[in-house]
């Protein structure tokens, strides 16, 4: 395939970001990323056991309900700080902060620690004690077993911890925006916002690294390659309702992934954000499947929490508004080819399945343009199907959305005003 001037230095681009991994370079990008990094500690209360107290020569006597204290582990991202550097929004997992079983929905108790701060038993201690019930034990029966119930808590020096606020959270994308404010902690360290990738398709076998804090055991990056670039997995972030599934779209990776990489970083060479790890691929049977969700949503969703969530989000019901696409498309037609440059692409032609607003069946979507006013806030071909949910992502209430289709043989134009709604 021909490529125009523009092409050619966007693809010459993408490649420097592809071979730019050797030796220092790639050292000083991982290192930069750690100081990006924070591990967090996440609380949360539940009340939902049958508790039964010993009352000594082998009796027990039932005490209903009562309430105990769980401690989670994951990571997260800076993504923005203040002039004052004592500030700052971190992304992160929805699931990191995130129990519909507990008490809370969304954890009340967030910490954040920094690279080199972040040592259990140092920086910080996870207490737990059992149950108190009138000065006895409480225990809960499960498969006709005892099991004492323990309550957790946190316990650290006021130097390391930073407390955060969620700003917002949705179950939909996996993603959820916190806040540290006035945090000296932040102020005095080498902390630093790390920097998105600016295109929106990544390629298979981009050198890549993760970083997180695996199984709670402080900030540390794993080294792989993208293995796939695209892809959709079911996961189910709900404790209590067994069919609350949704489709995520994914990186696939072979960088090792492990308990508490949630919400962390995922990089390429340059140090540049990729992704953000929520999940992996468990069983005897299979090995490094890792899996990031891309930054070509997650760019553009936590600014749109940032903008938009005061206004509507709470924490018993957490969800995100954005902008819907108003009718159905479906993928027509898809071909893979190698580009000039020696990458595999895959280039879809997308048809409008069922007629919605001003778009009618058999439309093919070319481009999307958001303006804001006379400001052009996105101007983007749509050659993946994904492209558009994505971009839509970065209009808000009153934005003018453009998409040129193809109709008949001819281009033409649909517009309509954006209008946020619940996803």
Known sequence: NSM???????Y????????EDSGKAFQTAVNGSLLSGVSILTSFTYNDLNCYVDEGFGGSKSVGRLDYRSIYCGAGVIVEMNEARDSA??????????????????SND????LYGQDAEGVNYNLKYDYVKYRNSKAYYVSDGKEYWLLDYEVTDDDNYAMKAEVVCASTTYDIALLKVSNSSILKNSGAKAADFVKEDEVYAGTRAYAVGNPDGDGMSATVGVITKESEEIILNLSDVDEDAYESYRVIRTDAAINGGNSGGGFYNAKGELVGIINSKSTGDDIDNMGYALPASYVRRLWQLMKDTASSYFTKSNPYVKAAKFPAVYKVANSVSYMN????????ETIVISTAGGSFKTGDVLKHITIKNGETVIEDKDITRAYHIDDTLLSARNGYTVVFTVERGGAQTEVKYTASLERV
Request: aromatic share 8%.
């Open 89 to 106: 929004y971190v992304i992160t997992n929805c699931h990191v902060v995130y129990s519909d079983s507990s008490k809370e929905t969304i």
């Open 110 to 113: 967030v910490r954040l620690y």
């Open 12 to 19: 010459k681009e993408i490649l420097n970001n592809q071979t």
């Open 340 to 347: 000039p440059l020696g990458l595999a692409e895959i280039s």
């Open 4 to 10: 125009t001037d523009e092409q050619w230095l966007e």
